[in-house]
Every structure is written in structure tokens, then in C-alpha cells.
């Protein structure tokens, strides 16, 4: 998958957080619960969607940990210098899960008919 189609797409399921990064899905799993930047959608079913700024602060940890050498505590130092989590990203999660939820409620009345 090139940055074109990251680019096209909004949301991403670990499957394919972990194509596009080569990161195993453990790790992705680990890092969310470690690092505050990381924070997927999750689905009514438990399932995880992550946007374009997840996947890129998942590349960023990559690359700090894989290439740079940091540890986990010095990614989070080095990522913490840089990046702020922000209430306006907290809104903009609530309102995606309230628009997946509206689209998967048309979803079902439309297989019902």
C-alpha cells in the first residue's frame, strides 16, 4: 500500500496498520496501550479502526525505536517534545464513532429491506 492510497482511505484496521508499517499487530496493540497518542476508534463489535494520524504516529514510534535505537521511554520523551494530544482530537474521535455508527445503522436497514 503506497502513501497515495493511505492518503485515499480513512480509517484502518490492524490488518492493515500492520501492512503498511510491517509492525506486528502485538506490537501495535502494546504500543497503543503504552503510548497517549495512539487512540483507535472502537467499533460497537470491539474492533479497532485507526485514522491517518495514528498510522503515522505508529511510523514515527517505528522509527524511533527500530532506527534511532530509543527504548520505549525515550520514544515517548522524544514524541512528547513534539506532540500534544489535544481535546479538539478527543471531539473529532467522538464524532467518527458516532458517524461509523450512523453509517452501520443505514447499513442494517438497508440489508433488511
Not at 502485538?26 to 474492533?47: D, K, Q
Not at 527500530?66 to 521511554?73: D, I, M, Q, S, V
Not at 471531539?91 to 438497508?110: G, Q, S
Amino acid at each position: 500500500m503506497g502513501l497515495e492510497e493511505i492518503e485515499q482511505q480513512e480509517y484502518f484496521s490492524i490488518g492493515d496498520v500492520k501492512r503498511i508499517t510491517g509492525v506486528p499487530e502485538y506490537s501495535v496493540r502494546y504500543w497503543e496501550a503504552e503510548f497517549n497518542l495512539i487512540r483507535p476508534i472502537r467499533l460497537e463489535s470491539g474492533h479497532r479502526r485507526y485514522t491517518k494520524a495514528d498510522l503515522y504516529t505508529i511510523l514515527k514510534i517505528k522509527d524511533l525505536i527500530y532506527k534511532h535505537k530509543l527504548t520505549l521511554e525515550g520514544a515517548k520523551k522524544q514524541l512528547n517534545k513534539y506532540q500534544f494530544p489535544s481535546e479538539k482530537n478527543e471531539k473529532r474521535t467522538h464524532a467518527d464513532i458516532k458517524f461509523l455508527t450512523e453509517i452501520k445503522e443505514t447499513l442494517e436497514d438497508l440489508l433488511k429491506e
